[in-house]
């Protein structure tokens, strides 16, 4: 937990600029300096990771994932492929496979999704239930998001998002009078953050309000799904009740963005959704910037419409595809993702700041974007440890 790291071409802080020809201390896990390597304190830390010129960012925030499922929608994406929409319904598909799968083989699942990630540069994640569809499979996928924090050096934000989608044959009000009752043992389980998914075929506005402000009074952070499919007001339902992110967005108007950025709603951008589901919205991240909307990015890794665990393949569609710039991007991809999880120690290496670093393969993060279907990473850091 005591690291030197040396010979950094460029560092990117994220709180201090950029330092050229640096080095950087972490003790105790925590970032005790940085700045120009001919600078370095004496008595730095005798263990040392060379990074031979290269770039060192903040360790990734991933912000939105849902990595603890079983099963593959295969035949979904095919069909999406040959022009088939997508409505959400596939979702159930997962349910299935979940629901009929072990805790144990769901924690395994989980941990080699979390062990690609952190070979991606990932360091810290937010993970989502969403596959279980009732109190007792909900709360199970909560139990299996802890044993895979314990399994994992990747820190792990557990969300309960017991309103993914209304089971089949569920009658809808009694199904929302579920979750909201679930909500007290599920923040005993664990869930630092309740989530909706408020869009059209799924939660009204109305419903995920009942929720969230039933998760708010038993201390849950709230996010939100929002806009993804159709525009609802969901983005505006965030501001209202001043939600850490609303995360998709892709059909939010102007005023909600305005609106969300008044409230300090952080938007995550999930540019490998629209990818997947070849929708072609690339368009919103810009409002949003407009609007003066603090961004995040995220993978949304999940079986269906993002099956993806890598943060810097996110980062090259954002500029790519959104038209951020590579600053805006390695931003939202460590600050502004971290600021969407109200974690203040994460997504940068200013001082006191968690140990969690990225040694790029690469001399300069653009080489990043600019290199498709390369290698990133040369090297994970968690906590001061070499992980990857």
Sequence with gaps: MNLTVRGIGRLLTMTAGVHHDAALVVRHGRVAWAGPGRDLPAGAPEQVLEAGGACVVPGFVDAHTHLVYAGVRRDEFVARLAGESYDGGGIRTT????????????VDLAAQRASSALAHGTTTMEVKTGYGLSPEHELRLLDAVRELAGRTP???????LGAHVVPAGADRRTYVAEVIATIPEAARRG???????CDRGVFTVDEARQILLAARESGLGLRLHAE???PTGAAGLAAELGCAS????????????????????????????????RSQAWGHAAVLREAGVELALATDCNPGTSWCE??????QL???????????????????????LRLADRGHLGPGAAGDLV??????????????????????VVGGVPVG
């Design 95 to 106: 349910v299935e496979a979940t629901r009929a799968a072990s805790t144990e083989l769901l």
């Design 154 to 160: 990747i820190h792990v934000e557990p969300t309960y």
């Design 191 to 197: 869930a630092r953050w309740c989530d909706v998914f």
């Design 228 to 230: 993804e499919i159709a």
């Design 246 to 277: 609303a995360d998709h967005l892709e059909h939010v108007t102007p005023a909600d963005a305005r609106a969300m950025a008044s409230a300090g709603v952080v938007g995550v951008l999930l540019p490998t959704v629209t990818l997947s589901l």
């Design 310 to 315: 890598s943060m810097p393949f996110a980062i």
């Design 318 to 340: 954002a500029c790519l595809a959104m038209g951020l710039s590579v600053e805006e991007a390695f931003r939202a991809a460590t600050r502004g993702a971290a600021s969407s």
């Design 359 to 380: 040694v790029l393969d690469a001399e300069h993060e653009a080489d990043i974007v600019a290199h498709l279907g390369a290698a990133a990473v040369g090297r994970t």
